[in-house]
Protein backbone atom coordinates (compact mmCIF):
# COMPACT_ATOMS: atom_id res chain seq x y z
CA UNK A 1 0.00 0.00 0.00
CA UNK A 2 2.69 2.41 0.69
CA UNK A 3 4.82 1.63 -2.40
CA UNK A 4 1.34 2.65 -4.21
CA UNK A 5 0.91 5.97 -2.63
CA UNK A 6 4.48 6.65 -3.32
CA UNK A 7 3.76 5.79 -7.03
CA UNK A 8 0.89 7.72 -7.60
CA UNK A 9 2.83 10.96 -5.97
CA UNK A 10 5.78 10.80 -7.95
CA UNK A 11 3.69 10.23 -11.21
CA UNK A 12 1.10 13.62 -10.00
CA UNK A 13 4.30 15.32 -9.73
CA UNK A 14 5.54 14.71 -13.13
CA UNK A 15 2.45 15.55 -14.90
CA UNK A 16 2.55 19.19 -12.90
CA UNK A 17 6.07 19.56 -13.94
CA UNK A 18 5.72 18.96 -17.89
CA UNK A 19 2.29 21.01 -17.79
CA UNK A 20 4.53 24.46 -17.41
CA UNK A 21 5.56 25.88 -20.32
CA UNK A 22 8.43 28.82 -20.32
CA UNK A 23 7.56 32.24 -21.03
CA UNK A 24 10.27 31.97 -23.76
CA UNK A 25 8.10 29.87 -25.78
CA UNK A 26 5.42 32.45 -26.70
CA UNK A 27 4.69 33.16 -29.96
CA UNK A 28 4.85 36.09 -32.54
CA UNK A 29 1.47 37.21 -34.66
CA UNK A 30 0.69 38.62 -38.09
CA UNK A 31 -1.08 42.10 -38.20
CA UNK A 32 -3.96 40.25 -39.10
CA UNK A 33 -3.51 37.53 -36.21
CA UNK A 34 -3.09 34.97 -38.31
CA UNK A 35 -2.03 31.82 -37.22
CA UNK A 36 0.04 29.52 -39.57
CA UNK A 37 -0.30 25.67 -40.24
CA UNK A 38 1.20 23.39 -37.63
CA UNK A 39 3.66 22.24 -40.59
CA UNK A 40 5.49 25.80 -40.86
CA UNK A 41 6.20 25.99 -37.09
CA UNK A 42 10.19 25.30 -36.92
CA UNK A 43 12.42 25.60 -34.22
CA UNK A 44 14.94 28.56 -33.86
CA UNK A 45 18.34 28.32 -32.41
CA UNK A 46 18.94 28.95 -29.52
CA UNK A 47 21.31 31.63 -29.68
CA UNK A 48 20.57 33.59 -32.78
CA UNK A 49 22.30 36.93 -33.35
CA UNK A 50 20.37 38.55 -35.63
CA UNK A 51 16.97 39.34 -37.16
CA UNK A 52 16.01 38.06 -40.15
CA UNK A 53 14.70 41.07 -42.43
CA UNK A 54 12.13 39.19 -44.18
CA UNK A 55 8.27 40.96 -44.64
CA UNK A 56 7.16 38.06 -45.35
CA UNK A 57 7.86 36.59 -41.92
CA UNK A 58 8.03 38.32 -38.72
CA UNK A 59 10.97 36.89 -36.30
CA UNK A 60 11.96 37.97 -32.99
CA UNK A 61 14.79 37.37 -31.67
CA UNK A 62 14.25 34.06 -29.82
CA UNK A 63 15.39 32.57 -26.62
CA UNK A 64 16.22 28.64 -25.71
CA UNK A 65 13.57 27.01 -27.08
CA UNK A 66 11.55 29.84 -29.03
CA UNK A 67 9.14 28.49 -31.54
CA UNK A 68 8.63 31.11 -34.45
CA UNK A 69 5.15 31.30 -36.33
CA UNK A 70 5.55 31.97 -40.27
CA UNK A 71 2.90 33.65 -41.53
CA UNK A 72 2.31 33.32 -45.57
CA UNK A 73 3.22 36.55 -47.93
CA UNK A 74 0.75 39.25 -47.26
CA UNK A 75 -0.89 41.02 -50.10
CA UNK A 76 -1.05 44.58 -50.60
CA UNK A 77 -4.31 44.89 -50.53
CA UNK A 78 -4.10 44.17 -46.69
CA UNK A 79 -1.45 45.68 -45.89
CA UNK A 80 -1.91 48.94 -47.70
CA UNK A 81 -4.23 51.40 -46.22
CA UNK A 82 -6.72 52.98 -49.10
CA UNK A 83 -7.56 56.65 -48.94
CA UNK A 84 -10.63 57.77 -50.62
CA UNK A 85 -10.67 61.85 -51.55
CA UNK A 86 -13.65 63.75 -50.79
CA UNK A 87 -15.16 65.93 -53.62
CA UNK A 88 -13.88 69.34 -53.24
CA UNK A 89 -15.91 71.94 -51.26
CA UNK A 90 -16.17 75.20 -52.66
CA UNK A 91 -16.97 78.40 -50.87
CA UNK A 92 -20.56 79.40 -50.48
CA UNK A 93 -19.54 83.02 -50.07
CA UNK A 94 -17.25 84.36 -52.60
CA UNK A 95 -16.07 88.18 -52.10
CA UNK A 96 -13.92 90.73 -53.72
CA UNK A 97 -13.14 94.56 -53.89
CA UNK A 98 -10.99 96.86 -56.33
CA UNK A 99 -9.93 100.92 -55.38
CA UNK A 100 -8.23 102.44 -57.96
CA UNK A 101 -6.86 106.04 -57.77
CA UNK A 102 -6.11 108.11 -60.96
CA UNK A 103 -3.98 110.89 -61.65
CA UNK A 104 -3.65 113.33 -64.84
CA UNK A 105 -1.76 116.59 -64.52
CA UNK A 106 -1.09 119.31 -67.44
CA UNK A 107 1.23 122.28 -67.30
CA UNK A 108 2.56 125.11 -69.71
CA UNK A 109 5.27 127.39 -68.92
CA UNK A 110 5.90 130.26 -71.70
CA UNK A 111 4.15 127.57 -73.64
CA UNK A 112 3.79 129.75 -77.25
CA UNK A 113 0.47 127.84 -78.35
CA UNK A 114 -1.26 128.60 -75.44
CA UNK A 115 -2.96 126.45 -73.09
CA UNK A 116 -4.31 125.60 -69.20
CA UNK A 117 -2.98 124.37 -66.63
CA UNK A 118 -5.31 121.11 -65.56
CA UNK A 119 -4.75 118.60 -62.31
CA UNK A 120 -6.96 115.74 -62.23
CA UNK A 121 -7.94 113.04 -59.78
CA UNK A 122 -10.52 110.24 -60.04
CA UNK A 123 -11.43 107.19 -57.42
CA UNK A 124 -13.46 104.54 -58.29
CA UNK A 125 -14.73 101.55 -55.97
CA UNK A 126 -15.63 98.27 -56.97
CA UNK A 127 -16.99 95.31 -54.58
CA UNK A 128 -18.81 92.21 -55.31
CA UNK A 129 -20.47 89.69 -53.09
CA UNK A 130 -21.74 85.87 -54.34
CA UNK A 131 -23.14 83.13 -52.72
CA UNK A 132 -23.77 79.83 -54.17
CA UNK A 133 -25.04 76.26 -53.21
CA UNK A 134 -27.06 73.35 -54.92
CA UNK A 135 -29.89 75.42 -55.81
CA UNK A 136 -29.87 79.03 -55.08
CA UNK A 137 -27.28 82.02 -56.10
CA UNK A 138 -26.91 85.59 -54.89
CA UNK A 139 -24.92 88.07 -56.38
CA UNK A 140 -24.79 91.66 -55.57
CA UNK A 141 -22.29 94.52 -56.94
CA UNK A 142 -21.52 97.81 -55.96
CA UNK A 143 -19.75 100.40 -58.34
CA UNK A 144 -18.96 104.12 -57.08
CA UNK A 145 -17.10 106.86 -58.42
CA UNK A 146 -16.06 110.54 -58.33
CA UNK A 147 -13.32 112.45 -59.86
CA UNK A 148 -12.83 116.13 -60.19
CA UNK A 149 -10.31 118.29 -62.43
CA UNK A 150 -9.05 121.90 -61.81
CA UNK A 151 -8.46 124.08 -64.03
CA UNK A 152 -6.49 127.15 -63.86
CA UNK A 153 -7.49 130.48 -65.84
CA UNK A 154 -5.34 133.21 -67.26
CA UNK A 155 -7.53 135.65 -66.67
CA UNK A 156 -8.28 134.98 -63.17
CA UNK A 157 -6.66 134.52 -59.68
CA UNK A 158 -7.89 131.28 -59.10
CA UNK A 159 -9.08 128.45 -61.03
CA UNK A 160 -12.04 126.03 -60.60
CA UNK A 161 -12.61 122.78 -59.63
CA UNK A 162 -15.37 120.89 -61.46
CA UNK A 163 -16.58 117.60 -61.52
CA UNK A 164 -15.59 115.13 -63.84
CA UNK A 165 -17.34 111.56 -62.83
CA UNK A 166 -19.77 110.64 -60.55
CA UNK A 167 -21.70 107.64 -59.85
CA UNK A 168 -23.34 105.10 -57.52
CA UNK A 169 -24.56 102.06 -58.55
CA UNK A 170 -25.69 98.93 -56.39
CA UNK A 171 -26.90 95.96 -58.00
CA UNK A 172 -28.55 92.51 -56.54
CA UNK A 173 -29.91 89.75 -58.36
CA UNK A 174 -31.50 86.36 -56.65
CA UNK A 175 -32.06 83.03 -58.41
CA UNK A 176 -33.28 79.24 -58.10
CA UNK A 177 -32.05 77.12 -60.42
CA UNK A 178 -32.44 72.89 -61.44
CA UNK A 179 -29.32 72.63 -63.80
CA UNK A 180 -26.68 75.52 -62.77
CA UNK A 181 -27.11 77.52 -65.98
CA UNK A 182 -30.58 78.48 -66.24
CA UNK A 183 -31.98 80.43 -63.20
CA UNK A 184 -35.50 81.94 -61.79
CA UNK A 185 -34.73 85.41 -60.79
CA UNK A 186 -35.15 88.79 -59.02
CA UNK A 187 -33.25 91.50 -60.43
CA UNK A 188 -33.17 95.10 -58.26
CA UNK A 189 -30.73 97.82 -59.52
CA UNK A 190 -30.25 101.57 -58.17
CA UNK A 191 -28.72 104.20 -60.03
CA UNK A 192 -27.99 107.82 -58.79
CA UNK A 193 -25.11 110.68 -57.91
CA UNK A 194 -23.46 112.13 -55.36
CA UNK A 195 -23.14 116.07 -56.29
CA UNK A 196 -24.34 118.67 -58.34
CA UNK A 197 -23.11 119.04 -62.04
CA UNK A 198 -23.36 122.36 -63.52
CA UNK A 199 -23.69 123.18 -67.51
CA UNK A 200 -22.79 127.31 -67.49
CA UNK A 201 -22.53 127.66 -63.91
CA UNK A 202 -26.54 125.97 -63.71
CA UNK A 203 -26.88 122.65 -62.18
CA UNK A 204 -28.97 120.42 -63.60
CA UNK A 205 -28.36 117.07 -61.85
CA UNK A 206 -27.63 116.19 -58.34
CA UNK A 207 -28.77 113.52 -55.40
CA UNK A 208 -31.60 111.65 -56.41
CA UNK A 209 -32.39 113.67 -59.42
CA UNK A 210 -31.86 112.06 -61.09
CA UNK A 211 -32.38 108.37 -59.43
CA UNK A 212 -33.31 105.19 -61.14
CA UNK A 213 -34.51 101.81 -59.41
CA UNK A 214 -35.48 98.83 -61.51
CA UNK A 215 -37.01 96.40 -60.21
CA UNK A 216 -37.79 92.82 -62.43
CA UNK A 217 -38.45 89.10 -62.24
CA UNK A 218 -37.49 86.92 -64.69
CA UNK A 219 -34.76 84.19 -66.64
CA UNK A 220 -31.36 84.25 -65.66
CA UNK A 221 -28.75 82.42 -68.22
CA UNK A 222 -25.50 81.51 -66.46
CA UNK A 223 -22.24 79.87 -68.24
CA UNK A 224 -20.35 78.68 -65.07
CA UNK A 225 -17.47 77.81 -67.35
CA UNK A 226 -14.52 80.01 -69.39
CA UNK A 227 -15.38 79.55 -73.24
CA UNK A 228 -13.97 81.60 -76.17
CA UNK A 229 -15.05 83.57 -78.54
CA UNK A 230 -12.83 84.54 -82.07
CA UNK A 231 -9.95 83.34 -79.88
CA UNK A 232 -9.98 85.52 -76.72
CA UNK A 233 -11.52 83.65 -73.21
CA UNK A 234 -15.04 85.10 -71.79
CA UNK A 235 -16.03 84.27 -68.28
CA UNK A 236 -18.89 85.10 -65.67
CA UNK A 237 -21.13 85.25 -69.10
CA UNK A 238 -24.52 86.24 -67.73
CA UNK A 239 -27.82 86.99 -69.77
CA UNK A 240 -31.01 88.09 -67.29
CA UNK A 241 -34.14 88.91 -69.31
CA UNK A 242 -37.15 89.84 -67.73
CA UNK A 243 -41.02 90.24 -69.12
CA UNK A 244 -41.68 92.73 -66.32
CA UNK A 245 -39.79 95.21 -64.88
CA UNK A 246 -41.03 98.06 -62.58
CA UNK A 247 -38.77 101.18 -63.49
CA UNK A 248 -38.94 104.05 -61.01
CA UNK A 249 -37.37 107.74 -62.12
CA UNK A 250 -37.00 110.08 -59.02
CA UNK A 251 -36.55 113.77 -59.50
CA UNK A 252 -36.66 114.72 -55.64
CA UNK A 253 -34.67 118.44 -56.36
CA UNK A 254 -37.55 120.94 -56.20
CA UNK A 255 -35.54 122.96 -58.98
CA UNK A 256 -35.17 120.23 -61.54
CA UNK A 257 -38.77 118.56 -60.82
CA UNK A 258 -40.46 121.75 -61.59
CA UNK A 259 -38.50 122.15 -64.86
CA UNK A 260 -39.66 118.56 -66.10
CA UNK A 261 -36.28 117.20 -66.22
CA UNK A 262 -35.37 113.45 -66.65
CA UNK A 263 -39.11 112.67 -68.24
CA UNK A 264 -40.67 113.50 -65.40
CA UNK A 265 -44.14 115.48 -65.68
CA UNK A 266 -43.25 118.95 -64.32
CA UNK A 267 -43.94 119.33 -60.71
CA UNK A 268 -43.92 115.59 -59.98
CA UNK A 269 -41.13 113.96 -58.36
CA UNK A 270 -41.56 109.98 -59.21
CA UNK A 271 -42.41 108.66 -62.86
CA UNK A 272 -43.13 105.20 -62.84
CA UNK A 273 -43.04 102.40 -65.79
CA UNK A 274 -44.02 98.94 -66.73
CA UNK A 275 -41.88 97.05 -69.59
CA UNK A 276 -39.62 94.43 -70.32
CA UNK A 277 -35.81 94.48 -70.29
CA UNK A 278 -32.69 92.72 -70.40
CA UNK A 279 -29.17 92.60 -68.94
CA UNK A 280 -26.22 90.96 -70.52
CA UNK A 281 -22.52 91.09 -69.07
CA UNK A 282 -19.52 88.93 -69.18
CA UNK A 283 -15.48 89.81 -68.71
CA UNK A 284 -13.19 89.19 -71.61
CA UNK A 285 -9.05 88.73 -71.37
CA UNK A 286 -8.14 89.83 -74.82
CA UNK A 287 -4.32 89.38 -74.39
CA UNK A 288 -1.97 89.14 -71.80
CA UNK A 289 -2.46 91.63 -68.66
CA UNK A 290 -5.57 93.21 -70.63
CA UNK A 291 -8.83 92.49 -68.62
CA UNK A 292 -12.59 93.50 -70.31
CA UNK A 293 -15.74 93.91 -68.26
CA UNK A 294 -19.18 94.99 -69.68
CA UNK A 295 -22.30 95.54 -68.64
CA UNK A 296 -25.30 96.24 -71.14
CA UNK A 297 -28.43 97.31 -69.27
CA UNK A 298 -31.85 97.78 -72.15
CA UNK A 299 -35.46 98.64 -71.30
CA UNK A 300 -38.85 99.74 -72.86
CA UNK A 301 -41.81 100.52 -71.54
CA UNK A 302 -45.33 98.62 -72.42
CA UNK A 303 -47.36 101.99 -72.16
CA UNK A 304 -45.70 105.13 -74.51
CA UNK A 305 -43.57 104.00 -77.19
CA UNK A 306 -42.86 100.35 -77.31
CA UNK A 307 -39.46 99.18 -78.12
CA UNK A 308 -38.02 102.79 -77.78
CA UNK A 309 -35.32 101.11 -75.64
CA UNK A 310 -33.74 103.04 -72.44
CA UNK A 311 -29.73 102.34 -73.29
CA UNK A 312 -27.28 102.25 -70.48
CA UNK A 313 -24.09 100.39 -71.34
CA UNK A 314 -20.93 100.42 -69.39
CA UNK A 315 -17.42 99.04 -70.23
CA UNK A 316 -13.88 99.18 -68.08
CA UNK A 317 -10.65 98.59 -69.48
CA UNK A 318 -7.98 97.94 -67.37
CA UNK A 319 -4.49 97.34 -68.52
CA UNK A 320 -2.39 96.11 -65.67
CA UNK A 321 1.65 97.49 -65.56
CA UNK A 322 2.14 95.80 -62.20
CA UNK A 323 1.10 94.11 -59.23
CA UNK A 324 -0.36 98.18 -57.87
CA UNK A 325 -0.21 100.39 -60.72
CA UNK A 326 -2.72 100.43 -64.10
CA UNK A 327 -4.40 102.29 -66.97
CA UNK A 328 -7.42 101.84 -66.55
CA UNK A 329 -10.25 103.14 -69.42
CA UNK A 330 -13.81 103.96 -68.71
CA UNK A 331 -16.23 104.52 -70.98
CA UNK A 332 -20.41 104.66 -70.97
CA UNK A 333 -23.21 105.17 -73.96
CA UNK A 334 -26.45 105.71 -72.76
CA UNK A 335 -29.61 107.11 -74.64
CA UNK A 336 -33.39 107.65 -73.44
CA UNK A 337 -35.48 109.22 -75.40
CA UNK A 338 -37.05 111.14 -72.49
CA UNK A 339 -34.01 112.94 -71.35
CA UNK A 340 -33.22 115.93 -74.62
CA UNK A 341 -29.77 117.31 -74.96
CA UNK A 342 -29.64 121.27 -74.58
CA UNK A 343 -27.96 124.37 -76.38
CA UNK A 344 -25.62 126.89 -74.71
CA UNK A 345 -28.56 128.62 -73.95
CA UNK A 346 -29.84 125.87 -71.62
CA UNK A 347 -32.94 125.37 -74.40
CA UNK A 348 -33.91 121.37 -75.61
CA UNK A 349 -32.74 120.02 -78.50
CA UNK A 350 -33.79 116.52 -78.28
CA UNK A 351 -33.08 113.35 -77.14
CA UNK A 352 -28.98 112.12 -78.48
CA UNK A 353 -26.67 109.23 -77.22
CA UNK A 354 -24.78 110.70 -74.38
CA UNK A 355 -20.99 109.49 -74.49
CA UNK A 356 -18.60 109.73 -71.49
CA UNK A 357 -15.27 108.30 -71.67
CA UNK A 358 -12.34 108.35 -69.08
CA UNK A 359 -8.60 107.16 -69.28
CA UNK A 360 -6.24 107.44 -66.59
CA UNK A 361 -3.00 106.29 -64.96
CA UNK A 362 -3.02 105.20 -61.23
CA UNK A 363 -2.43 102.81 -58.48
CA UNK A 364 -4.94 100.09 -58.03
CA UNK A 365 -5.34 97.67 -54.86
CA UNK A 366 -7.45 94.12 -55.08
CA UNK A 367 -7.86 92.78 -51.85
CA UNK A 368 -10.81 89.51 -50.78
Known amino acids: MKELLVFLTLSCITVAASAQVPDSTKRTLTKTDTI ?30 TLTVSTPQSTPQADSLQVVKSDTVQPKWKASSIVR ?21 NAFFTSSANYK ?48 KLYYSFLGEFKTQYAKSHF ?22 KEPEKFSLLGMPIKDFTVFYSPFIARFSFVLDEKLSTAGSFGVIPGEHIKKQIGMGAKM ?23 DKFFNFVVDW ?10 YLSATLN ?8 IHDKDDNNNPKGPRVQLKEMLGVGVVYAFK
Open 314 to 323: DTVVNMKINK
Open 281 to 303: AFKINPVENVFVSTTLNLFTPYI
Open 36 to 65: AKPDTIQPVAAKADSIQKDTTTLITKPAKD
Open 101 to 121: LNFAQTGFVNWSAGGENSVAT
Open 331 to 338: MSLKYDEK
Open 200 to 221: NDKYISTFMAPGYLNLGLGIDY
Open 133 to 180: NKSWAWDTKFDTEFGLVYISRKNSDHGKWEKSADKIHLSTKFGYTHND
